[in-house]
């Protein structure tokens, strides 16, 4: 248990970050993570090499994220995310979220994934592939798209 906990703080923080800018929704990320953990430290015995702990708990992260977003639509979260905002402290940075929110659903789930693990967990393609147990020049190629999927959708926006 010891041992978990020490691997587990060192990646606590990078599976929020991944689980809100995917989910959308801070109860649902920290409820993602939580599932994630308990998981995780359920088969911990079974992980052979302590040096795969990051990867191996990320791809438990995906999973648990794709079953939530199974659960609840896109517009369900950004509706809950709207609400809890409303009911609390203004957030200065609400509107970018919510755009950047919008924009990452405009693409496919496996995009979306790839994406949010480069630009906000900061891993390289071959650990991706690893986490989404995909060949390195998938991830590489679906990245490639994805990022121009974006980058159209922000010339719509900037025409209008």
Same mark, same amino acid.
């Given at each position: 248990?010891?041992?978990?906990?020490?691997? /587990?703080?060192?990646?606590? $923080? =990078?599976?929020? $970050?991944?689980? /809100? /800018?995917?989910?959308?929704?801070?109860?649902?990320?920290?409820?993602?993570?939580? =599932?994630?953990?308990?998981?995780?430290?359920?088969? @911990?015995?079974?992980?052979?090499?302590?040096?795969?702990?990051?990867?191996?708990?990320? &791809?438990?992260?995906?999973?648990?994220? $794709? +079953?939530?977003?199974? +659960?609840?639509?896109?517009?369900?979260?950004?509706?809950?995310?709207?609400?809890? $905002?409303?009911?609390?402290?203004?957030?200065?940075?609400?509107?970018? &979220?919510?755009?950047?929110?919008?924009?990452?659903?405009?693409?496919?789930?496996?995009?979306?994934?790839?994406?949010?693990?480069?630009? @906000?967990?900061?891993?390289?393609?071959?650990?991706?592939?690893?986490?989404?147990?995909?060949?390195?020049?998938?991830?590489?190629? &679906?990245?490639?798209?994805?990022? +121009?999927?974006?980058?159209?959708?922000?010339?719509?926006?900037?025409?209008?």
């Amino acid at each position: 248990m010891e041992r978990f906990m020490e691997l /587990y703080e060192t990646v606590y $923080r =990078d599976l929020y $970050r991944l689980a /809100y /800018y995917y989910l959308g929704n801070a109860e649902e990320a920290e409820d993602a993570v939580q =599932d994630t953990a308990l998981a995780a430290w359920e088969h @911990f015995g079974k992980l052979k090499r302590e040096e795969s702990f990051r990867a191996w708990i990320f &791809r438990i992260l995906v999973n648990t994220c $794709r +079953k939530a977003m199974r +659960k609840k639509s896109r517009r369900e979260y950004l509706a809950d995310e709207r609400e809890q $905002r409303a009911e609390g402290m203004p957030d200065p940075n609400l509107a970018e &979220r919510l755009e950047l929110m919008e924009l990452l659903s405009k693409l496919d789930e496996e995009e979306r994934m790839i994406v949010t693990l480069s630009v @906000f967990g900061g891993y390289k393609g071959e650990e991706i592939a690893e986490i989404l147990e995909r060949r390195h020049s998938t991830v590489r190629s &679906r990245y490639r798209r994805a990022l +121009k999927k974006l980058e159209r959708e922000l010339r719509g926006k900037e025409e209008l």
